[in-house]
Antibody, heavy 121, light 107 residues
């Protein structure tokens, strides 16, 4: 079945770096856009970034622009989020999700189980 | 950025009740509006795409309506498994934005 599994979360000090990975299975990964969405503890959902199927189109939320980099490796069916210059406000569960498009509309499905990132000294 | 505002932020209801959650966008999003359900400790799951299209596998008691700036998610007869937090999300333009969530609790 279609599945996304994130990894790479953990505890990091402010100013540090972390690289999240998301491995996909059950679908043709190279055909699809992929995205990262985060959720701070007890808070709502915040879209972080997406990357097109070709890798040529990438967007970021302003809150992470210049610090985070999304990338993909179709040979490994994986999407990554390199996070640099981390701040306390980046503390969240990070979900990866497939971004589906049809008829000019798009939506996130499915989502991975999430990986927790804690930025604290 | 397009701001999404949900109301109410929380509600208490009983099994069998009809429940409606509204979502308002700060500018038009046409029908580029999705609804998700999230249970504690779990990832969100999509319920409704493009404002009113019921997603595959989602029970028919869920429905969505609206276009432009005002949208509604309705649960026709609340079931025990529906107690969760619901989020709207606009996919009209980046940055994609979510409402703050509506927590549906048991009365």
């Amino acid at each position: 079945q279609v599945q996304l599994v994130e990894s790479g979360g953990g505890l990091v000090k402010p100013g540090g770096s972390l690289r999240l990975s998301c491995e996909a299975s059950g679908f043709t990964f190279s055909d699809h856009y992929m995205s990262w969405i985060r959720q701070a503890p007890g808070k709502g959902l915040e879209w972080v970034s997406y990357i097109s199927s070709s890798g040529r189109t990438i967007y970021y939320a302003d809150s992470v622009k210049g610090r985070f980099t999304i990338s993909r490796d179709d040979a490994k069916n994986s999407v990554y989020l390199q996070m640099n210059s981390l701040r306390a406000e980046d503390t969240a569960v990070y979900f990866c999700a497939r971004l589906l498009w049809f008829g000019g509309r798009n939506w996130f499905d499915p989502w991975g189980q999430g990986t927790m990132v804690t930025v604290s000294s | 950025d397009i701001q999404m505002t949900q109301s109410p932020s929380s509600l208490s209801a009983s099994v069998g009740d009809r429940v409606s959650i509204t979502c308002r966008a700060s500018q038009t999003v046409s029908n580029s509006l999705n609804w998700y359900q999230q249970k504690p400790g779990k990832a969100p799951k999509i319920l409704i795409k493009a404002a009113s299209t019921l997603y595959s596998g989602v029970p028919s008691r869920f429905s969505g309506s609206g276009s432009g700036t005002d949208f509604t998610l309705t649960i026709s007869s609340l079931q025990l498994e529906d107690f969760a937090t619901y989020y709207c999300q606009q996919s009209y333009s980046t940055p994609y934005t979510f409402g703050q969530g509506t927590k549906v609790e048991i009365k």
